[in-house]
């Protein structure tokens, strides 16, 4: 029943910068953790970024850090990831996942809750 649904990304130059959103539906959006996950093909699921429900809290993943941003707006129901200065490194294909129900209690860090619900993904291209 929960429907995510990603917008944005494309074909971008290394060093500079894109926006994904994702808008859910089928459930109430703001007592869940967000994440934003890459796949290549040929490998395996990668952890991007994580936001708490209110946004007060977030998580990267190293090689990120600095570079993206995620961000929320719970009136609209949506999650974003803001991509600065990006390197062919950073091309794949990006999914939106929301939290698993029931949520988990304030006190559990966004990177150690289970994400179960995904969108169809967008694809990123960076060029060198």
């Known amino acids: 029943q929960v429907q995510l649904v990603e917008s944005g990304g494309g074909s971008v130059q290394a060093g500079g910068s894109t926006r994904l959103s994702c808008t859910a539906s089928?459930?109430?959006?703001?007592?869940?953790?967000m994440a934003w996950f890459r796949q290549v093909p040929g490998k395996e699921r990668e952890f991007v970024a994580a936001?708490?429900?209110?946004?007060?809290?977030?998580y990267y993943e190293e090689s990120v850090l600095g570079r993206f941003t995620i961000s929320r707006d719970n009136a609209k129901n949506t999650v974003y990831l803001q991509m600065n200065s990006l390197k062919p490194e950073d091309t794949a294909v990006y999914y939106c996942?929301?939290?698993?129900?029931?949520?988990?209690?304030?006190?559990?860090?966004?990177?150690?809750?289970?994400?179960?619900?995904w969108g169809q993904g967008t694809q990123v291209t960076v060029s060198s």
């Open positions: 996942a929301g939290e698993r129900s029931p949520p988990l209690p304030r006190g559990v860090g966004v990177r150690h809750r289970r994400y179960d619900h």
């Open positions: 089928g459930r109430a959006f703001s007592p869940y953790a």
């Open positions: 936001i708490s429900k209110t946004g007060d809290s977030t």
